[in-house]
């Protein structure tokens, strides 16, 4: 591609990324959340309307207040598979805590797991579930359980299971998690039974309750978070996805009812869902409770059951805590690979994070695999880029004739664009002959920008030697460095079509320019860019060079 064409479609991809920065931060300055009289601290669950109304099942704005001051900190459970630490609150039995071991934090910090739940200060962002009754007296995630240890360990097993237990007002409740080797999926049961004399009604609920993520102070292109979708998600058969922001909840809160669906809290590379059985239908609502950091809930509650006295029954789901990992999700549930977030390019991005994915099946590398897909798509667009460079080395070499015409009529733009038209047409020179290969590649660019920022694959992907992170900017700047060598040369092999001396100086700086801006793109891409670029002035050298060969 040439300098101009370059050019071109760099300060396209710039303005998209201005525009986007400029559109997030009009959306947090008009979704600001106002302090509220009366407002509930990270750490705290009680004195929360946070229990749906059993008398409405799709969990509407009535709700009651919970009264029970629980000692949160003291009443915890540990739980490691080989996947997933876990804390558990006995007073209710939510899962209040969550890191995943296989994916550090930061790729300097390969002993420090990314932490996906937790009920801190710095982040709040817990899964509960429970029972409501129109009777009341079933036991909400506020309730408390006991269990009889508060260890577990997978160790060498296959599967692990942990029980908590209530009895109270004429109810026997177990709740039981079962954890499987290598899995991020987590089952859920409440096992209930009616041990008093009358009729119950129950139904089960649960649910995700967290606060906003805390807002970045300053830009920056390699900063994915920014962009990342964060909200609530619920999927229908029907519908398909249906996605909410977390700052448009209070203004546009969710309210369906259907089977075979799934909720979800979705953010960058991560996320948690709740997947009840496919053939119940389940009543799924969001909401917001209002305080100095407001509370977003996205809560699913199902079908009411009778239960005679003495009759048991079983509420099950299945939580999903973990990365989008896109070859895994499908097998879970039907569209849980929609978690996974490409914007407006999706159609674009996902066929190429299939193609990354096959190659990296075959070298093992992240890196190599997009060297791979470059040298795929210039194989793929071969004729057509070699079109575009024979009519650029046509250029070349009329140019001692473009520079004469111009001599010629330089008092004259009519009779110099004439003479110009007449010399393209009869030396077969296209002078647009590079918008087609442009066109074509600023979908895949921007395809792959978002490939690197969503796919939690290529996160902390390691290339070679300096490229530890394929997901951040190159920090010995190696890649753009040589990305502008090419871009020089490329210059040189290039024809001027008599542009003035400014313009000619402008071009001239562009190898630098761009090096700068490169600098602060992930090094994934920038080594699309640098391979793209050498393949093309490897490519283009050759047509050049057997044309030279040949009598003008």
Same mark, same amino acid.
């Given at each position: 591609?040439?300098?101009?064409?370059?050019?071109?479609?760099?300060?396209?991809?710039?303005?998209?990324?201005?525009?986007?920065?400029?559109?997030?931060?009009?959306?947090?300055?008009?979704?600001?959340?106002?302090?509220?009289?009366?407002?509930?601290?990270?750490?705290?669950?009680?004195?929360?309307?946070?229990?749906?109304?059993?008398?409405?099942?799709?969990?509407?704005?009535?709700?009651?207040?919970?009264?029970?001051?629980?000692?949160?900190?003291?009443?915890?459970?540990?739980?490691?598979?080989?996947?997933?630490?876990?804390?558990?609150?006995?007073?209710?039995?939510?899962?209040?805590?969550?890191?995943?071991?296989?994916?550090?934090?930061?790729?300097?910090?390969?002993?420090? /797991?990314?932490?996906?739940?937790?009920?801190?200060?710095?982040?709040?962002? !817990?899964?509960?579930?429970?029972?409501?009754?129109?009777?009341?007296?079933?036991?909400?995630?506020?309730?408390?359980?006991?269990?009889?240890?508060?260890?577990?360990?997978?160790?060498?097993?296959?599967?692990?299971?942990?029980?908590?237990?209530?009895?109270?007002?004429?109810?026997?409740?177990?709740?039981?998690?079962?954890?499987?080797?290598?899995?991020?999926?987590?089952?859920?049961?409440?096992?209930?039974?009616?041990?008093?004399?009358?009729?119950?009604?129950?139904?089960?609920?649960?649910?995700?309750?967290?606060?906003?993520?805390?807002?970045?102070?300053?830009?920056?292109?390699?900063?994915?978070?920014?962009?990342?979708?964060?909200?609530?998600?619920?999927?229908?058969?029907?519908?398909?996805?249906?996605?909410?922001?977390?700052?448009?909840?209070?203004?546009? /809160?969710?309210?369906?009812?259907?089977?075979?669906?799934?909720?979800?809290?979705?953010?960058?590379?991560?996320?948690?869902?709740?997947?009840?059985?496919?053939?119940?239908?389940?009543?799924?609502?969001?909401? !917001?409770?209002?305080?100095?950091?407001?509370?977003?809930?996205?809560?699913?509650?199902?079908?009411?059951?009778?239960?005679?006295?003495?009759?048991?029954?079983?509420?099950?789901?299945?939580?999903?805590?973990?990365?989008?990992?896109?070859?895994?999700?499908?097998?879970?549930?039907?569209?849980?690979?929609?978690?996974?977030?490409?914007?407006?390019?999706?159609?674009?991005?996902?066929?190429?994070?299939?193609?990354?994915?096959?190659?990296?099946?075959?070298?093992?590398?992240?890196?190599?695999?997009?060297?791979?897909?470059?040298?795929?798509?210039?194989?793929?667009?071969?004729?057509?880029?070699?079109?575009?460079?024979?009519?650029?080395?046509?250029?070349?070499?009329?140019?001692?004739?473009?520079?004469?015409?111009?001599?010629?009529?330089?008092?004259?733009?009519?009779?110099?664009?004439?003479?110009?038209?007449?010399?393209?047409?009869?030396?077969?020179?296209?002078?647009?002959?590079?918008?087609?290969?442009?066109? !074509?590649?600023?979908?895949?660019?921007?395809?792959?920008?978002?490939?690197?920022?969503?796919?939690?694959?290529?996160?902390?992907?390691?290339?070679?030697?300096?490229?530890?992170?394929?997901?951040?900017?190159?920090?010995?700047?190696?890649?753009?460095?040589?990305?502008?060598?090419?871009?020089?040369?490329?210059?040189?092999?290039?024809?001027?079509?008599?542009?003035?001396?400014?313009?000619?100086?402008?071009?001239?700086?562009?190898?630098?320019?761009?090096? !700068?801006?490169?600098?602060?793109?992930?090094?994934?891409?920038?080594?699309?860019?640098?391979?793209?670029?050498?393949?093309?002035?490897?490519?283009?050298?050759?047509?050049?060079?057997?044309?030279?060969?040949?009598?003008?």
């Amino acid at each position: 591609m040439n300098t101009r064409t370059l050019l071109v479609f760099s300060f396209l991809f710039v303005s998209y990324l201005l525009w986007q920065a400029w559109m997030d931060d009009q959306n947090r300055a008009h979704h600001q959340p106002q302090p509220a009289q009366t407002a509930a601290t990270p750490g705290q669950l009680a004195d929360v309307a946070d229990v749906p109304d059993a008398r409405q099942a799709t969990g509407s704005a009535d709700l009651p207040a919970t009264t029970m001051d629980n000692d949160h900190s003291a009443r915890l459970i540990e739980v490691q598979t080989d996947v997933l630490n876990l804390k558990l609150d006995l007073n209710g039995g939510s899962i209040v805590y969550a890191d995943l071991p296989a994916f550090p934090v930061a790729a300097d910090q390969p002993d420090v /797991p990314f932490v996906l739940l937790d009920h801190s200060d710095q982040l709040f962002y !817990v899964s509960q579930n429970g029972l409501i009754s129109p009777e009341g007296g079933a036991p909400t995630h506020k309730t408390p359980f006991q269990t009889e240890q508060d260890n577990y360990r997978l160790g060498d097993a296959d599967a692990l299971t942990v029980e908590l237990h209530w009895q109270g007002d004429g109810l026997a409740v177990t709740k039981r998690y079962r954890f499987e080797r290598g899995s991020y999926v987590i089952h859920s049961e409440q096992v209930v039974r009616n041990t008093g004399d009358q009729p119950r009604t129950l139904s089960a609920y649960q649910q995700f309750q967290r606060t906003a993520p805390k807002p970045h102070d300053t830009f920056s292109y390699s900063d994915t978070s920014r962009y990342s979708f964060v909200g609530a998600g619920i999927y229908n058969p029907e519908e398909h996805f249906v996605k909410l922001p977390l700052d448009e909840m209070a203004d546009e /809160p969710l309210k369906a009812s259907f089977a075979q669906g799934w909720g979800a809290m979705l953010q960058l590379h991560f996320f948690t869902a709740w997947i009840p059985p496919a053939e119940e239908v389940w009543h799924y609502s969001t909401r !917001v409770i209002p305080g100095t950091e407001p509370r977003y809930l996205l809560t699913e509650v199902s079908e009411p059951r009778q239960l005679a006295p003495g009759e048991e029954t079983v509420f099950q789901s299945r939580l999903f805590a973990g990365p989008k990992l896109q070859n895994v999700l499908p097998e879970v549930a039907d569209g849980l690979e929609l978690v996974v977030d490409y914007g407006m390019f999706t159609i674009f991005a996902k066929p190429l994070f299939h193609v990354l994915d096959f190659f990296h099946s075959l070298v093992g590398n992240w890196g190599w695999a997009i060297v791979l897909l470059t040298l795929s798509l210039k194989l793929a667009f071969f004729k057509l880029s070699e079109a575009q460079y024979r009519s650029m080395a046509r250029m070349r070499q009329m140019q001692p004739r473009i520079e004469a015409i111009k001599q010629r009529y330089a008092e004259d733009r009519q009779r110099l664009n004439e003479a110009m038209m007449k010399l393209y047409k009869e030396e077969k020179i296209n002078p647009l002959g590079g918008c087609l290969p442009m066109l !074509v590649q600023i979908p895949v660019f921007i395809a792959l920008y978002w490939v690197l920022l969503e796919s939690v694959e290529l996160r902390q992907a390691h290339f070679i030697l300096w490229l530890q992170d394929l997901s951040s900017p190159d920090p010995y700047y190696v890649l753009p460095a040589l990305n502008g060598l090419f871009m020089y040369l490329t210059q040189r092999l290039s024809p001027t079509m008599g542009t003035d001396p400014m313009q000619q100086k402008v071009m001239q700086a562009m190898p630098l320019v761009f090096s !700068v801006m490169f600098a602060f793109f992930q090094s994934g891409l920038v080594l699309y860019w640098t391979v793209n670029s050498g393949l093309s002035l490897l490519q283009q050298w050759v047509i050049t060079r057997r044309l030279e060969q040949k009598p003008a």
